[in-house]
């Protein structure tokens, strides 16, 4: 089995998809809060994205593992994705 320790997309690619998961996830949140199933449905949104932004911030945390081999760049982008995944994680479970 040989595992890729490198890949030939630009570091900022994971930042931008998590951005994005996060902005559709914060979109639907708010959909869910403004309608009558805001009782039942708010649960879920919260495990929803919950679980998106400890992804994140694991991915993140790879990343600057990784650092090594992929470069500068690829630390930033994690170190951002570190602290995008762990601010949402505080602000979605207080």
């Known amino acids: 089995m040989n595992i890729e320790t490198h890949s030939d997309r630009p570091a900022w690619v994971p930042v931008a998809v998590s951005v994005g998961t996060l902005f559709g996830l914060f ?15 708010r649960p879920v949104m ?19 593992v990784q650092a090594r081999a992929r470069g500068i760049g690829s630390a930033v982008a994690g170190l951002i994705m570190l602290v995008l995944g762990l601010y949402t994680c505080n602000h979605v479970l207080r």
């Open 27 to 41: 979109a639907s949140a708010m959909a869910v809060r403004h309608s009558p199933i805001a009782d039942a449905g």
């Open 46 to 64: 919260v495990a929803l994205s919950t679980a998106a932004a400890v992804a994140i911030a694991i991915y993140g945390l790879l990343m600057v």
